[in-house]
């Protein structure tokens, strides 16, 4: 009897086939869900909730640039700088996406780092993701003051389409904010990695838990985000 049972245990229900077993897997919270914390689900709501916010702007900007009858300013000329006395198209563009590109890659490794909790060098590749961005931005500034002073405003430009300033303004300026938030929050969680909060069980935002390093893989996951957004940025706005 015993050996009966040994040999034939309770198999659980089958599941159905195709699509049905897959949306079966997935509501019945056995794969895809069970072992992830709340914080990290939230982050994932939220950047799908945000995914929708950045697809409209970026379907408005689309749908007003091909159905304007005047004609749309050339990024390659609007975006350009002069250096010398020679105008180069889009090199501070191509500037800001490559320190961009590149904080992916440090909070990446701070991340690797600090499930190996090796708060060091966690914090300190924390901070330089947070130096990339801040350049970033502070680039973003100066770009945004260089248009403005040539004359673009939400209501117009001079180059053509009046649809391109509230664009710009518009796209652009969200993407900054998630920027600048992201650099924030960054610089706030290398603070307390660095302080070796999550060591000692200290007690405040995001530390009541030892070990809890998650909330590094959770920032993470913010930028990479706010990385991926402006390559669709780049290559919508700026090269077609």
């Known amino acids: 009897m015993t050996e009966t049972a040994l040999t034939n245990p309770i198999e659980p229900p089958a599941r159905p086939a195709g699509w049905q077993g897959i949306a079966a897997d997935w509501s019945s919270d056995q794969r895809a869900f069970k072992n992830v914390s709340w914080g990290k689900a939230m982050m994932w709501i939220f950047l799908l909730s945000d995914t929708f916010i950045f697809s409209c702007f970026l379907l408005s900007y689309m749908t007003a640039r091909m159905s304007t009858t005047v004609p749309w300013p050339n990024p390659s000329e609007v975006f350009a700088l002069t250096i010398g006395d020679k105008k180069i198209p889009l090199i501070l563009i191509a500037i800001m996406t490559f320190v961009l590109i590149s904080s992916s890659g440090t909070m990446a490794m701070a991340v690797n780092f600090g499930y190996r909790r090796d708060r060091f060098k966690t914090a300190a590749l924390m901070l330089a993701t947070a130096a990339f961005g801040a350049t970033f931005v502070g680039m973003q500034a100066f770009e945004w003051t260089k248009?403005?002073?040539?004359?673009?405003?939400?209501?117009?430009?001079?180059?053509?389409?009046?649809?391109?300033?509230?664009?710009?303004?518009?796209?652009?300026?969200?993407?900054?904010?998630?920027?600048?938030?992201?650099?924030?929050?960054?610089?706030?969680?290398?603070?307390?990695?660095?302080?070796?909060?999550?060591?000692?069980?200290?007690?405040?935002?995001?530390?009541?838990?030892?070990?809890?390093?998650?909330?590094?893989?959770?920032?993470?996951?913010?930028?990479?985000?706010?990385?991926?957004?402006?390559?669709?940025i780049f290559a919508l706005f700026y090269l077609w």
């Open 147 to 232: 248009l403005i002073m040539e004359g673009v405003r939400p209501w117009g430009n001079p180059w053509g389409a009046a649809q391109f300033g509230a664009s710009f303004f518009m796209i652009t300026g969200f993407h900054g904010t998630h920027v600048t938030i992201g650099v924030i929050f960054l610089i706030a969680i290398a603070r307390k990695v660095w302080r070796g909060d999550f060591d000692v069980e200290r007690r405040g935002f995001f530390t009541s838990r030892r070990g809890y390093y998650e909330i590094v893989e959770i920032t993470g996951l913010y930028w990479h985000f706010v990385d991926l957004v402006w390559v669709f």
